[in-house]
């Protein structure tokens, strides 16, 4: 449950915690697998010590410590400061603990006035009940529903069929409800889970002093990369029906771990903000503490030896960690900047300088961000995205945002800061680690590519003209652009000249052997996580597209999935610039022992089209050129590149705005 209340400058939001019915989710895993974690050498000046929470300096933690995630605007009462963009938070004790009850007074059915408790069983409804007289009580129930299912058959019909307020009485007469400050929530968790020393901001940054401050947010990559496991508050992890538990999930292993980790991942406040999403990609392990289940997620660094390798986690399945490529970023052979755009461009923030502040430790000692929060926002965008280009052209690997109905899947925060269409901010980036080749230019004095003053990226090379359709509503599982749903607005729309419509689909789509994936618009989202919004089918099959066809392909069966973010493609080209999207798959060990991970190669290739009335040119997404199975060894990217460019005569000079 979250309780919200808003007033002018003042917003209220309390958490609850079930101390008392915590349930872990990872069915291949001990329940207290995280106590055999260990963290690096490095320790924070400042640490909270759990077991009274005091403040002590970081050398104390002999042992390690752990880092804590969560969003501030769930920690209490958040206020904003007069004359300036500073917020303030008042640890009023809103926050609602439930906890079993002590033995000795398991049977008193009345309030504990001493301690400032409540005795559950003798509230009518301990979920939903309203205790902000100002707010609005949300509650993220996302199993309220499960009654109709006839999922509650482990009950007996006598419970089944007992009065609510009784069923409540009975359900929760050895728990007591606590009102606590938010600093309560924490030390009962950390009491919980065997955490004895905690790097918690609120306490170990000095919030009044800049330098201090500064200082500290430019260390937080070390803080969380050496820390034993992160723990991360999400209060909106909620699973109420016990018997998903038990129920198998073929993506997940059981029901309630499919539940709890989309709520993770889409459905909660952690998962919008800038800086849980840098403490996420600075972590080596997280633990995921929700209202009543907790998660575990392990990084697995694949050919990098980690030092828990002869733990139990690494020889989970692939079910073991949907945050395998967020985890641990800094230290991964295999990672690329559109992992991180992914992500980052639909997160928020409180101070708009932290969108990018936050990408800090995440690049750090690669892209240098200077931390000023008294510099121009546009600039401080401008100049993030710029030293991104130059040193990886990944940022270019995006395509649509749309879903399949065409409605739009997730909103950019970035789109307001009039960025060019190559930095992908109108678009979705792909998922997978991304190895960029260009092929070599003729002007060996010139670099492959640069970016002017006016944040338009320039680069000379050979081109092919490709003339995509727009898949229509026939296809089921293409994404259909409808009417005004396209997101660029930099095209003159009635100067436009629009390609015909037409379909790829029939009656036998579903018959199609498996090497036939190219003309599938499925393979564009499993591997891009991008919808297929076009095709393209060449009339003739040049030499140099033939080279990369299977065996049997015929010419009039080749079709080229593009995911574009724009219905109108004017003077369509692709450049040869081939992204190699290297993403894991888990096969099983011979022996049965475990999984090793083995790799999928696709190649992808950016897509421009011309600017009406104009000599520019704008990115709109990318093209599916190539797939491998893991079992399959991808064919070298610059000879690709060679064997498709190499005949297209001579190069050209783009300006992408």
Not at 274 to 287: A, G, P, Q, V
Not at 590 to 614: C, M, Q
Request: aromatic fraction near 10%.
């Amino acid at each position: 449950m979250i309780l919200l209340t808003g007033k002018r400058n003042r917003k209220k939001m309390f958490i609850e915690y079930y101390s008392s019915d915590q349930r872990f989710v990872e069915p291949e895993l001990s329940s207290d697998c995280w106590l055999s974690a260990t963290g690096g050498t490095y320790r924070p000046t400042w640490l909270v010590r759990t077991s009274d929470w005091e403040l002590v300096p970081g050398s104390e933690a002999k042992n390690g410590y752990c880092a804590l995630s969560y969003c501030w605007e769930q920690s209490g009462e958040i206020i904003k400061m007069e004359n300036c963009d500073e917020y303030d938070c008042n640890n009023n004790p809103g926050h609602r603990l439930v906890i079993k009850k002590p033995e000795a007074l398991a049977s008193a059915p009345t309030l504990l006035e001493s301690t400032g408790s409540i005795d559950v069983s003798n509230e009518s409804n301990t979920s939903n009940n309203d205790y902000d007289d100002d707010g609005d009580d949300f509650d993220y129930d996302y199993d309220h529903d499960h009654d109709k299912n006839g999922d509650n058959n482990m009950m007996d019909s006598e419970y089944q069929y007992m009065p609510i307020l009784e069923r409540a009485r009975r359900k929760n007469r050895d728990k007591v409800t606590q009102m606590v400050t938010y600093d309560g929530i924490l030390q009962q968790i950390c009491q919980d889970f065997q955490i004895d020393y905690l790097w918690y901001d609120k306490l170990c940054i000095n919030q009044t002093n800049k330098a201090e401050k500064l200082r500290e947010i430019k260390q937080m990559h070390l803080i969380y990369s050496n820390a034993r496991f992160t723990v991360a508050l999400v209060p909106e992890v909620n699973i109420t029906n016990p018997a998903d538990f038990e129920r198998p999930d073929p993506y997940a292993k059981t029901k309630a771990r499919k539940k709890a980790h989309d709520i993770i991942m889409s459905k909660s406040q952690w998962s919008k903000r800038s800086w849980t999403f840098e403490e996420l990609m600075m972590s080596k392990r997280i633990l995921i503490v929700g209202r009543n289940v907790h998660a575990w997620h392990q990084a697995n660094t694949y050919d990098e030896k980690d030092d828990d390798n002869s733990n139990e986690e690494s020889l989970l399945s692939p079910f073991a960690d949907p945050l395998v490529q967020i985890l641990d970023f800094k230290n991964r052979k295999l990672k690329s900047a559109n992992q991180v755009l992914k992500y980052a461009q639909f997160r928020t923030s409180a101070k708009e300088h932290d969108k990018i502040f936050a990408l800090a430790n995440i690049f750090h000692g690669v892209i240098p961000i200077d931390i000023d929060y008294d510099s121009d926002i546009q600039q401080v965008v401008y100049n993030f995205y710029r030293r991104v280009a130059e040193r990886d052209l990944s940022v270019m690997c995006f395509g649509t945002v749309r879903s399949k109905g065409g409605g739009v899947r997730l909103k950019s925060m970035m789109s307001c800061y009039r960025l060019p269409s190559w930095t992908g901010v109108r678009g979705l980036h792909t998922h997978g680690a991304v190895h960029t080749t260009q092929l070599p230019t003729s002007d060996s004095d010139r670099s492959d590519h640069f970016i002017d003053n006016e944040m338009r990226l320039h680069i000379k090379c050979k081109y092919l003209s490709i003339q995509p359709t727009k898949h229509d509503d026939s296809h089921p599982d293409a994404c259909v652009l409808k009417g005004k749903a396209y997101l660029f607005d930099g095209h003159n729309t009635e100067a436009a000249t629009f390609i015909s419509q037409s379909t790829t689909s029939n009656s036998n789509d579903k018959k199609k052997k498996k090497n036939k994936v190219k003309s599938d618009p499925t393979s564009m989202m499993g591997n891009a996580g991008c919808g297929a919004t076009h095709y393209w089918k060449p009339t003739t099959l040049p030499g140099q597209i033939s080279s990369l066809c299977s065996d049997d392909d015929e010419a009039t069966s080749t079709t080229f999935q593009l995911s574009l973010t724009t219905q109108y493609c004017t003077d369509c080209v692709i450049l040869p610039i081939l992204f190699d999207s290297q993403r894991p798959c888990f096969v099983e060990q011979i022996d049965g022992t475990g999984w090793k991970t083995e790799y999928r190669h696709s190649y992808f290739l950016p897509v421009l089209s011309k600017k009406a009335n104009s000599s520019a040119y704008m990115a709109i997404g990318i093209v599916l050129f190539k797939l491998y199975t893991h079992t399959q060894i991808p064919k070298d990217p610059l000879s690709v590149l060679e064997e498709t460019f190499g005949d297209c005569g001579e190069e050209f000079d783009f300006i992408i705005e």
